[in-house]
């Protein structure tokens, strides 16, 4: 049972256009959501994230959102540049635990 | 300070035998956990130690098993390798609402 889905394993976005990429959770006690990017062997590293609380997080290029009523949340970039072309996790937490979705590869056209 | 360091970084082994990953965290983290990363199938969660004891558990059959040392290093060992066992391993450490992952340890099973 996917406590965290991305559904859309891959997603291509046109350099200096918004990229979205989304995530759906089911448990409604997470208290924390963050954002991952992970290029070939490397380990990810950390993006962005947000509190259960609030409901937008902005950090330059990057907003996350959070829709509790309907258990999503959502990246988006903007503008895409080359260097966004990675796999991106999103991440749920509470409880002392983590949970990663499967990802999501962005490829960033020129 | 360091990030966090896997050993070794890449190790090809041969079905039924047995493997040692390492995994040194950041200094003053006391918190390690370990993923498997397959494509596909995203970062799935193995273990946690904390002062060296194990704190969560994955849904791994009992061939994957890990400990934690005094110095909060920590190793992870699969015993009777599988094919299916070539995967991204990677171990991270736990920060404020965050984790810091290492680059992982690549690993092919022929």
């Known amino acids: 049972d996917q406590q965290v889905k991305q559904n859309s394993p891959s997603l291509s976005v046109q350099e200096g256009r918004i990229s979205i990429l989304n995530c759906d959770y089911t448990?409604?006690?997470?208290?924390?959501f963050l954002w991952y990017k992970k290029y070939p062997a490397e380990g990810p590293t950390f993006l962005i994230s947000?509190?259960?609380?609030?409901d937008k997080n902005e950090d330059g290029r990057f907003t996350v959102f959070l829709n509790k009523s309907a258990k999503h949340l959502s990246l988006h970039i903007v503008p895409s540049q080359p260097g966004d072309s990675a796999v991106y996790f999103c991440?749920?937490?509470?409880?002392?635990?983590?949970?990663f979705g499967k990802g999501t590869r962005l490829h960033i056209l020129p | 300070k360091a990030g966090v360091t896997q050993t070794p970084r890449y190790l090809i082994k041969t079905r039924g035998q047995q493997v040692t990953l390492s995994c040194s965290p950041i200094?003053?983290?006391?918190?390690v956990s370990w993923y498997q990363q397959t494509p596909g199938q995203g970062l799935q969660f193995l273990f946690e130690?904390?002062?060296?004891?194990?704190?969560n558990k994955g849904n791994f059959p009992g061939r994957f098993s890990g400990r934690q040392f005094s110095n909060s290093r920590s190793e992870m060992n699969v015993s009777t390798l599988e094919l299916g066992d070539s995967a991204l391993y990677l171990c991270?450490?736990?920060?404020?609402?965050?984790?810091?992952f290492g680059p992982g340890t690549r690993l092919t099973v022929l």
């Open positions: 130690y904390f002062s060296e004891t194990q704190r």
């Open positions: 448990n409604s006690m997470f208290d924390y």
């Open positions: 200094s003053g983290h006391r918190s």
């Open positions: 991270a450490t736990r920060g404020t609402d965050t984790q810091y």
């Open positions: 991440a749920s937490g509470g409880d002392d635990k983590i949970i």
């Open positions: 947000i509190s259960s609380i609030k």
